[in-house]
């Protein structure tokens, strides 16, 4: 989410980069041309605020759907895998 939220302050930064340009332009041209890329920043700004409002700062979920981390942090589902290989191998080694 902190990467949408830095996606969201560039995209604002760049309307107002291109109103500033439109603003100091003197060729009609231009300014038509910032007035249009200043909008259209504007849009994708707000699309990017209204994603992080559906889907909330401490959401779970994408499209709606629970997601989690395959495997924690830390912890594996299987125990130690040293200890795991080490009774591998003292099984094997029984078997020989």
Do not use: W
């Not at 990467?3 to 003197?26: G, Q, V």
């Not at 699309?47 to 909330?56: C, I």
């Not at 830390?74 to 099984?91: F, H, L, M, Q």
């Amino acid at each position: 989410m902190q990467d949408m939220a830095a996606r969201l302050e560039k995209l604002r930064k760049d309307a107002a980069e291109c109103a500033l340009i439109r603003d100091s332009a003197t060729d009609p041209a231009k300014r038509e041309l910032f007035t249009k890329l200043a909008e259209q920043y504007k849009v994708l700004a707000d699309a990017v605020e209204l994603t992080m409002s559906h889907f909330g700062s401490g959401s779970n979920s994408f499209l709606g759907r629970k997601i989690q981390e395959p495997f924690p942090q830390g912890e594996s589902t299987y125990g130690d895998p040293a200890a795991i290989i080490r009774k591998v191998n003292e099984t094997t080694d029984k078997g020989q």
